[in-house]
């Protein structure tokens, strides 16, 4: 398992976490039904405003999954970030994991590693965690 993402969408994941801080950052990528392709970055809100929790506000997700819909796309990456802790994760993530089909992408801004920042993807599917190598596309 692999999830393929633009250097582009990485570096604005990454510096949203980085703005967000010291609350988690949270959004999707969007793509075509099927192709698990990720083409459309759409940071959210994080309606927790929470440096330990993320939770999508409710009325900007319904609007997402109207959008979804009108434009025949789907969820491919699900992403947010962790303030504290390492790039996995949580039980609560894991709970809230309810995209078979989306990577869950991770991101770390800890204090121990900045300025680097642990980018990491993974597999929620009925509560087991795999994770997934990440290629990084130049194009």
Not at 3 to 21: F, G, M
Not at 28 to 37: M, N
Not at 92 to 113: F, G
């Amino acid at each position: 398992m692999t999830l393929r993402i633009s250097a582009d969408h990485v570096a604005k994941i990454l510096e949203q976490s980085r703005v967000e801080y010291p609350d988690e950052c949270c959004g999707v990528i969007l793509g075509p039904e099927g192709s698990d392709k990720a083409v459309e970055l759409k940071p959210m809100i994080n309606a927790a405003h929470s440096p330990t929790f993320y939770e999508f506000d409710s009325k900007d997700l319904l609007a997402l999954y109207r959008e979804l819909d009108d434009k025949s796309q789907e969820i491919v990456v699900v992403y947010h970030s962790h303030t504290e802790t390492e790039a996995y994760p949580s039980r609560t993530d894991i709970a809230y994991a309810s995209e078979p089909n989306a990577h869950y992408v991770l991101v770390s801004t800890r204090k121990e590693i900045a300025p680097e920042s642990e980018f990491r993807s993974y597999r929620i599917i009925d509560g087991v965690v795999t994770e997934e190598t990440v290629e990084i596309l130049s194009v």
